[in-house]
C-alpha cells in the first residue's frame, strides 16, 4: 500500500501544485531533491507560472529584501541581500557574487534592479597595454538574476556610436562613470523580452583629433535596447544644452523623474510597487509624497513623525542636527498584506526599518557607512538568459 508521500510523488499535477506554492528560496532547494523534481522546476512554463501564482497573491509583489553594495563590494564583485524579516542579525545578511568566473570583470556595479532582474556595470580585468577609453570599450551591462544559476544571464555592450555627431557617428561615447541605465523588465507579458533604457553624458575619447581641438563638446544622449530587436536605438528628444545627468526612477512607464531641484532638498525619489514616492526633507516630521497614476500631480500620501519611533521597549531619540539619517528606501504595502508599510533608513552605521503604523524600528544589519547602492530585490525564478 503506498504512503501519501509516495501519492504525492507520482502524481505531477499535484506535485506541480504544491511546488507553485512554494516560495521560490525553497524551490529551488527542491531541485535537488531528484531529477523529477529538477525537471519540473527547470521547465520555463513552470517557472512563469510560479510567478503568475505571486502576481495573483499580491497582484504586484512587495521587494522582500534589499540589495546593498559597498564600495568595496564592487571590486570584490559582490552585493549582499538584506531580508526585511531580520532583526539585528548580520548573520542572515546574504553575500552573492556578480561575476560568475570571478576573474574574468576587474569589478561589477549594480546599477539598477526590476522584478527580481538585475542589471549590472562590470569592466573587464585589463590587460597589459591598454588604454583607459579601451578598457571602456570592453566594458558590458549584465542582466541576471541572482536566485537562479549565474548561467542565465545576458551581456549587452555599450552603444558607443552617436548618429548625431557632425563629423563622424563613432566620435561620441558613453561615459561609465556618468550615466544612468534602467531595466525594464515585466514578467507577465510573455514571450520574455526587456528594455533598458541608458541616459548619460557622452564625449570624444580623450586624445581624439576633434576633441584636441574642442570641436566636440560633451552632450547628453538617450539610448533604447529592446531584447526584441536586439540593438540600440536612440531616443530623439529636446534636451537643455546645460543639462547635467540626474537620478532618476523606472516607473511603469518608461519615464525618469529629475531629482535635481535647486529649490528643495530632495532626501529620497524612488519606486515601489508601480507608485513614485517623494521625500523633501531632512527633519524628523515630514510627508511621504506619491505621483498620480496619470502623473498629473504630487499628493502628501503619508506623514512621518520619528519622534514617535521606539525599538519596541523605550522610546528613542534621535539628534539629526549633528548627525543626520538617510532615507534607503520606502516599502509600500496593501491593507490586506500581513506586513505594514515602511522607511528603510541608515544611521550610526546601521540599516534600520520602520513601520509607519506601530512606529517601532528594527536594526536589519550593520554596515561602516552609507552603502553605495540601495535597490529592492523580489525574488522570481524568471531569467532571460538561455534556459
Not at 542636527?321 to 528603510?344: A, G, I, K, T, Y
Request: charged share 20%.
Amino acid at each position: 500500500m503506498e504512503s501519501p508521500c509516495d501519492t504525492v510523488i507520482q502524481d505531477m499535477d499535484l506535485l506541480t501544485e504544491i511546488l507553485l506554492r512554494l516560495p521560490v528560496k525553497q524551490v529551488i532547494q527542491c531541485k535537488c531533491v531528484c531529477k523529477k523534481w529538477l525537471s519540473i522546476i527547470s521547465n520555463p512554463k513552470f517557472r512563469y507560472s510560479h510567478t503568475c501564482h505571486l502576481y495573483g497573491k499580491y497582484n504586484i509583489p512587495p521587494p522582500t529584501a534589499l540589495l546593498v553594495q559597498n564600495f568595496g563590494d564592487t571590486k570584490a564583485k559582490r552585493a549582499s541581500i538584506v531580508p526585511f524579516h531580520t532583526n539585528n542579525n548580520n548573520a542572515n545578511k546574504i553575500f552573492f557574487h556578480l561575476d560568475p568566473d570571478r576573474r574574468k570583470y576587474m569589478s561589477s556595479t549594480i546599477i539598477h534592479s526590476c522584478n527580481g532582474l538585475l542589471l549590472c556595470n562590470v569592466t573587464p580585468t585589463p590587460h597589459s597595454g591598454l588604454t583607459t577609453f579601451e578598457i571602456r570599450l570592453e566594458s558590458h551591462f549584465r542582466i541576471c538574476n541572482p536566485a537562479v544559476s549565474n548561467d542565465h544571464c545576458v551581456y549587452l555592450d555599450y552603444p558607443l556610436g552617436d548618429v548625431d555627431s557632425p563629423c563622424n557617428e563613432d566620435f561620441y561615447i558613453f561615459d561609465p562613470l556618468n550615466l544612468k541605465a534602467y531595466l525594464v523588465f515585466e514578467p507577465l507579458k510573455q514571450p520574455l523580452s526587456y528594455k533598458v533604457i541608458l541616459f548619460g553624458e557622452m564625449e570624444a575619447p580623450f586624445g581624439h583629433y576633434y576633441s584636441r581641438l574642442n570641436q566636440l563638446k560633451p552632450r547628453i544622449g538617450i539610448r533604447l535596447y529592446s531584447s526584441e530587436t536586439s540593438c540600440w536605438s536612440s531616443v530623439v528628444c529636446n534636451l537643455p544644452n546645460d543639462l547635467r545627468v540626474p537620478e532618476g526612477v523606472y516607473c511603469n512607464v518608461p519615464a525618469c523623474v529629475d531629482s535635481d531641484s535647486e529649490l528643495l532638498c530632495v532626501k529620497y525619489l524612488g519606486e515601489c510597487k508601480g507608485r513614485l514616492h517623494l521625500i523633501l526633507s531632512d527633519s524628523l516630521e515630514f510627508d511621504i509624497w506619491e505621483l498620480e497614476e496619470d502623473y498629473s500631480s504630487w499628493v502628501a500620501r503619508y506623514r512621518v513623525n520619528l519622534n514617535r519611533m521606539h525599538d519596541g521597549e523605550s522610546a528613542l531619540c534621535w539628534n539629526v542636527s549633528s548627525n543626520p539619517f538617510s532615507v534607503l528606501s520606502f516599502v509600500l504595502r496593501q491593507e490586506e498584506e500581513e506586513e505594514d508599510s515602511m522607511l528603510v533608513l541608515f544611521k550610526d552605521g546601521k540599516i534600520m526599518s520602520y513601520s509607519l503604523k506601530n512606529y517601532g524600528l528594527r536594526v536589519l544589519c550593520k554596515l561602516d557607512k552609507v552603502p553605495r547602492s540601495v535597490h529592492h530585490y523580489f525574488e522570481t525564478l524568471l531569467c532571460v538568459g538561455n534556459s
